[in-house]
């Protein structure tokens, strides 16, 4: 359920993101997905930390160590 919220999470601030560069027509338009896919990314971890049980902690590290990001 953790993992399915974090990925719920991470896909709205992409969404966000994207509607924001699309949307803002100035200088800054590039910083502000940039800010926004970050900081969903740190709250979709920190509610995954907070929600998740060790065991399921425990298998998502296994699952990163065995297929490391690229």
Same mark, same amino acid.
């Given at each position: 359920? *953790?993992?399915?919220?974090?990925? %719920? #999470? @991470?896909?709205?601030?992409?969404?966000? &993101?994207? /509607?924001? +560069?699309?949307? !803002?027509?100035?200088?800054? *338009?590039?910083?502000?997905?940039? %800010? #926004? @896919?970050?900081?969903?990314?740190?709250? &979709?971890? /920190?509610? +995954?930390?907070? !929600?998740?049980?060790?065991?399921?902690?425990?298998?998502?590290?296994?699952?990163?160590?065995?297929?490391?990001?690229?």
């Amino acid at each position: 359920m *953790a993992q399915t919220i974090r990925f %719920a #999470i @991470f896909a709205l601030s992409a969404c966000c &993101a994207g /509607l924001a +560069f699309f949307t !803002l027509h100035s200088f800054w *338009a590039w910083a502000e997905p940039v %800010a #926004i @896919f970050i900081v969903g990314s740190i709250i &979709a971890e /920190l509610v +995954f930390s907070r !929600l998740a049980s060790s065991e399921e902690k425990q298998r998502d590290l296994e699952d990163r160590v065995r297929n490391p990001p690229t």
